[in-house]
């Protein structure tokens, strides 16, 4: 019997063959955090283990909320390089020009790849399954309790094999694809599972589009989210792996999976989800013409080279009706946006570009909403009160849609200004 | 057991109870539970007052998928601290899952309450009797009954320790 990438992986790192509902205990490859690792040092100064067991493998990229806006931030910045110096941490990514996002920046340099076993302490580590890693968020102290032991045990999870075919149509990308996805089976649709992208329309997906598609795992309950680790993913680790222990990881033909589902991607249409729940899926036409408030294209789901290029096509040569924040995944992607002219085709067209960082994804700054008012969002969640108040509206949304609504000041359909 | 015996009043939520609405993002830089405990739910509509007039040994009821979303574990420090003695739910989002057991707060996963709380056969005030050990609940103002399951063996160790940290040092002082 075949077996799938999780039980694989899992099984490798473990030692041993190991099937769904197994419970193992493995050694992570790299543990990352973010701004959070201030309160997990605390966390691990009480266990009593005076030092990380082992620094090269512990990575801190501050990222949701710099440079420190408010002065409890700027303490925890504080506690974290004090803690980096104390401990010897190698992979450190201050608020300098080669930081950003922190689930860009593990791609970005070499630290996701192909049959890695990642924690995080951030719900969306599960990003590097673009890159063919098993990666996953944990809690604060068990991401406490992995800096000192160096284990964390997994029931090693079912699997969902999600095949897509076809082609997009104008106007459509990958995030309509997991949006639609997750609005079919739900919040919980893949409760604990690892969920596996197949099908040739995975292969011709770039990294960039792979990313959204993992990013957004956890938001239908998945443990982690996986592409194929093809020749796409060895071309772009190449010469930048942090690590030699990888290995390209893939399922069997014949692994047993808890459920299968198959996408044409030729049968997707421009969508949303409103709010307040990620799985409140609705097509263009449903929502097309809701006034918004603010567009904000940026996030871990959706800021990358890729992203920018394709809504600076529609914004180009045009003016935003609306505030448009502009907050590019990583300093390498604003310089290379800066390269290419896209910086000014924003500037151009009245948006704002900030720093790379979260922004005001999970409401900590720059671009907080006011109550009674929408947005329309590149980034990953759309709970209430997600961007700072309760009493406002998200609206997720492709890169393509957000720069076609930012240009209306009301929802619009990207098929239409393209 | 009778410890294992407890009493207190329902507090009824819906299903997909998201980490902002258990604990918003804005208290994220806190560090202090007890602080923490009184942002309990604030964002949750209806239920504002929860910290406030909730009393320790009261129950959290939710149908499936509570505390999707983020990582934080204030949305499990919160309830802990105000005594919410244990979450009851259909299901658990992942990570809320093992942060719960982690920091060793009972969880129980209670098969077809997502269904019970929207035909309102267990609603906000009803007085609830749960045996945390056997997982049986019974509603005593309307006298339906639930059942629970409880926690499984490996995760039962780190819970009587009184969560992970804790079972690490134990483990340490061991060796």
Same mark, same amino acid.
């Given at each position: 019997?075949?077996?799938?990438?999780?039980?694989?992986?899992?099984?490798?790192?473990?030692?041993?063959?190991?099937?769904?509902?197994?419970?193992?205990?493995? =050694?992570?490859?790299?543990?990352?955090?973010?701004?959070?690792?201030?309160?997990?040092?605390?966390?691990?100064?009480?266990?009593?283990?005076?030092?990380?067991?082992?620094?090269?493998?512990?990575?801190?990229?501050?990222?949701?909320?710099?440079?420190?806006?408010?002065?409890?931030?700027?303490?925890?910045?504080? =506690?974290?390089?004090?803690?980096?110096?104390?401990?010897?941490?190698?992979?450190?990514?201050? &608020?300098?020009?080669?930081?950003? &996002?922190?689930?860009?920046?593990?791609? =970005?340099?070499?630290?996701?790849?192909?049959?890695?076993?990642?924690?995080?302490?951030?719900?969306?580590?599960?990003? !590097?399954?673009?890159?063919?890693?098993?990666?996953?968020?944990?809690?604060?102290?068990?991401?406490?309790?992995?800096?000192?032991?160096?284990?964390? +045990?997994?029931?090693?999870?079912?699997?969902?094999?999600?095949?897509?075919?076809?082609?997009?149509?104008?106007?459509?990308?990958?995030?309509?694809?997991?949006?639609?996805?997750?609005?079919?089976?739900?919040?919980?649709?893949?409760?604990?599972?690892?969920?596996?992208?197949?099908?040739?329309?995975?292969?011709?997906?770039?990294?960039?589009?792979?990313?959204?598609?993992?990013?957004?795992?956890?938001?239908?309950?998945?443990?982690?989210? &996986?592409?194929?680790?093809?020749?796409?993913?060895?071309?772009?680790?190449?010469?930048?792996?942090?690590?030699?222990?990888?290995?390209?990881?893939?399922?069997?033909?014949?692994?047993? !999976?808890?459920? =299968?589902?198959?996408?044409?991607?030729?049968?997707?249409?421009?969508?949303?989800?409103?709010?307040?729940?990620?799985?409140?899926?609705?097509?263009?036409?449903?929502?097309?013409?809701?006034?918004?408030?603010?567009?904000?294209?940026?996030?871990?789901?959706?800021?990358?080279?890729?992203?920018?290029?394709?809504?600076?096509?529609?914004?180009?040569?045009?003016?935003?009706?609306?505030?448009?924040?502009?907050?590019?995944?990583? +300093?390498?992607? !604003?310089?290379?946006?800066?390269?290419?002219?896209?910086?000014?085709?924003?500037?151009?067209?009245?948006?704002?570009?900030?720093?790379?960082?979260?922004?005001?994804?999970?409401?900590?700054?720059?671009?907080?909403?006011?109550?009674?008012?929408?947005?329309?969002?590149?980034?990953?969640?759309?709970?209430?009160?997600?961007?700072?108040?309760?009493?406002?509206?998200?609206?997720?949304?492709?890169?393509?849609?957000?720069?076609?609504?930012?240009?209306?000041?009301?929802?619009?359909?990207?098929?239409?200004?393209? | 057991?009778?410890?294992?015996?407890?009493?207190?009043?329902?507090?009824?939520?819906?299903?997909?109870?998201?980490?902002? @609405?258990?604990?918003?993002?804005?208290?994220?830089?806190?560090?202090?539970?007890?602080?923490?405990?009184?942002?309990?739910? *604030?964002?949750?509509?209806?239920?504002?007052?929860?910290?406030?007039?909730?009393?320790?040994?009261?129950?959290?009821?939710?149908?499936?998928?509570?505390?999707?979303?983020?990582?934080? *574990?204030?949305?499990?420090?919160?309830?802990?601290?105000?005594?919410?003695?244990?979450?009851?739910?259909?299901?658990?989002?992942?990570?809320?899952?093992?942060?719960?057991?982690?920091?060793?707060?009972?969880?129980?996963?209670?098969?077809?309450?997502?269904?019970?709380?929207?035909?309102?056969?267990?609603?906000?005030?009803?007085? @609830?009797?749960?045996?945390?050990?056997?997982? *049986?609940?019974?509603?005593?103002?309307?006298?339906?009954?639930?059942?629970?399951?409880?926690?499984?063996?490996?995760?039962?160790?780190?819970?009587?320790?009184?969560? @992970?940290? *804790?079972?690490?040092?134990?483990?340490?002082?061991?060796?």
């Amino acid at each position: 019997m075949g077996m799938t990438f999780a039980e694989k992986v899992l099984g490798k790192a473990a030692g041993y063959a190991v099937k769904a509902g197994d419970v193992v205990t493995v =050694e992570p490859h790299f543990c990352m955090s973010h701004d959070n690792a201030a309160p997990i040092a605390k966390t691990f100064k009480k266990i009593g283990v005076p030092k990380v067991w082992k620094p090269d493998h512990l990575v801190f990229i501050l990222d949701h909320a710099i440079p420190a806006p408010t002065d409890e931030h700027a303490v925890n910045h504080k =506690e974290i390089r004090e803690f980096v110096e104390e401990q010897g941490i190698p992979h450190f990514f201050d &608020v300098t020009s080669k930081g950003g &996002v922190c689930h860009q920046k593990m791609c =970005e340099e070499g630290f996701a790849l192909p049959g890695l076993i990642i924690i995080g302490s951030d719900s969306h580590t599960c990003t !590097y399954g673009a890159y063919g890693a098993f990666s996953t968020g944990i809690g604060r102290s068990e991401m406490a309790a992995a800096w000192a032991t160096g284990k964390i +045990w997994f029931r090693v999870p079912e699997s969902l094999k999600i095949t897509v075919k076809g082609k997009f149509n104008k106007g459509v990308s990958a995030k309509d694809l997991i949006l639609k996805i997750i609005g079919d089976i739900k919040a919980d649709g893949a409760d604990y599972m690892s969920v596996e992208f197949h099908g040739p329309a995975i292969s011709e997906m770039s990294l960039a589009e792979r990313m959204t598609l993992c990013n957004m795992g956890i938001e239908m309950g998945a443990k982690n989210a &996986v592409c194929p680790p093809d020749e796409k993913v060895l071309e772009a680790i190449r010469g930048i792996e942090k690590t030699n222990e990888w290995e390209a990881i893939w399922a069997d033909e014949d692994a047993v !999976y808890a459920k =299968e589902l198959t996408y044409d991607l030729g049968e997707l249409v421009p969508c949303v989800a409103k709010p307040h729940t990620v799985d409140n899926y609705a097509s263009i036409d449903e929502v097309k013409g809701t006034k918004i408030h603010q567009a904000f294209l940026g996030s871990c789901t959706n800021a990358r080279i890729e992203d920018l290029r394709l809504a600076a096509e529609i914004l180009k040569g045009k003016e935003v009706a609306v505030r448009t924040i502009v907050i590019p995944a990583s +300093w390498r992607v !604003y310089r290379q946006a800066l390269d290419e002219g896209l910086l000014e085709t924003f500037l151009d067209a009245g948006c704002v570009i900030t720093n790379p960082g979260c922004g005001p994804c999970m409401g900590n700054h720059e671009g907080i909403l006011a109550p009674g008012e929408a947005c329309i969002s590149t980034a990953n969640r759309n709970f209430k009160g997600r961007m700072g108040n309760k009493d406002s509206f998200i609206y997720l949304a492709s890169p393509m849609t957000v720069a076609a609504s930012a240009l209306k000041g009301e929802i619009a359909d990207p098929r239409e200004v393209l | 057991m009778e410890q294992n015996v407890l009493r207190g009043k329902a507090w009824v939520f819906t299903d997909d109870v998201d980490t902002d @609405l258990i604990y918003h993002n804005k208290y994220l830089a806190e560090t202090d539970p007890k602080k923490m405990a009184q942002y309990s739910f *604030e964002y949750y509509p209806g239920k504002e007052k929860f910290a406030k007039e909730a009393k320790p040994g009261d129950f959290v009821v939710a149908g499936r998928n509570f505390g999707t979303g983020s990582s934080r *574990e204030h949305a499990v420090y919160c309830l802990k601290e105000l005594g919410i003695p244990v979450v009851l739910a259909e299901s658990f989002a992942r990570i809320y899952y093992r942060n719960a057991i982690n920091n060793g707060y009972p969880v129980l996963f209670v098969k077809g309450l997502s269904d019970a709380i929207k035909e309102g056969k267990v609603k906000d005030g009803d007085e @609830l009797e749960v045996n945390i050990a056997t997982g *049986e609940i019974k509603d005593l103002t309307n006298g339906n009954t639930f059942h629970g399951d409880a926690v499984t063996d490996l995760e039962k160790d780190i819970m009587a320790s009184g969560g @992970l940290i *804790e079972y690490l040092k134990a483990q340490a002082a061991k060796k």
